[in-house]
């Protein structure tokens, strides 16, 4: 079974500040994937990034960044220069044998002008 | 804009009512779930159709009734609600029938439901 733990439940940055959203995985699969989905208040869920267990090579998209550690079993999302169209409520989540997604409870973050 | 188009945006029903909730994708895309999201929560798995056939009915009420017509539409009925099942009601499409084959799950806005 898979398992997701974002300890920040909310995040209130200025705008240009950078940000990072912490993401803690638990799992006894040796193939998984690991997901950031973001929601803004019109409720739909925007895929991010997807990332299998075998790469553990940081990505870089734009404003994005995500940092993958299997020693530490994270998964954190940094967005440098935030802006307020950033403000959201973003989700990390893991799939593994079981094939669904597996949500974490989520963070909110809100980027103030 | 979403590629997943999700109808009636809200919904208000009393207990004793029968509706549905309407979602439609024109991706070609072979899998579409139900989720079920309360407010401050993550979304929650409720139904996963694979090729038109449910595939995945995680232990859900019977007073909610998927039904997927075609590989483009989905529906969910919905009949003797109780307070408690007020949520957001999201559906996704994908290509393969999980996140793991597919990488990707395109999410409606959303289907808001209020239970009188």
């Known amino acids: 079974a898979q398992k997701v733990t974002q300890a920040q439940t909310e995040i209130s940055v200025v705008e240009k500040e950078d940000v990072t959203l912490d993401c803690v995985y638990e799992t006894r699969d040796t193939t998984y994937y690991l997901f950031w989905y973001k929601q803004p208040p019109s409720g739909e869920l925007v895929f991010l990034i997807r990332r299998n267990s075998f790469d553990e090579q940081n990505e870089i998209s734009g404003r994005y960044s995500w940092n993958f550690q299997k020693s530490t079993s994270s998964f954190n999302f940094t967005i440098t220069a935030s802006q307020v169209v950033d403000s959201a409520v973003y989700f990390c989540?893991?799939?593994?044998?079981?094939?669904?997604?597996?949500f974490g409870s989520g963070t909110q973050l809100t980027v103030l002008p | 804009d979403t590629e997943v188009t999700q109808t009636p945006k809200h919904l208000v029903m009393g207990m004793t009512n029968k509706k549905s909730l309407k979602c439609e994708q024109h991706?070609?895309?072979?899998?579409m779930y139900w989720y079920k999201q309360k407010a401050k929560k993550p979304p929650e798995l409720m139904f996963v159709?694979?090729?038109?056939?449910?595939?995945i009915n995680e232990s859900v009420p019977s007073r909610f009734s998927p039904e997927c017509p075609n590989s483009s539409l989905l529906n969910l009925h919905l009949h003797a609600l109780q307070p408690e099942d007020s949520a957001l009601y999201l559906c996704?499409?994908?290509?393969?029938?999980?996140?793991?084959?597919?990488?990707?799950?395109?999410f409606g806005e959303g289907s808001r439901l209020t239970v009188l």
């Open positions: 991706m070609g895309h072979r899998a």
């Open positions: 159709y694979s090729y038109e056939k449910l595939s």
């Open positions: 996704a499409s994908s290509q393969g029938q999980g996140a793991i084959d597919t990488g990707e799950l395109f």
């Open positions: 989540a893991s799939a593994g044998s079981a094939r669904q997604l597996t």
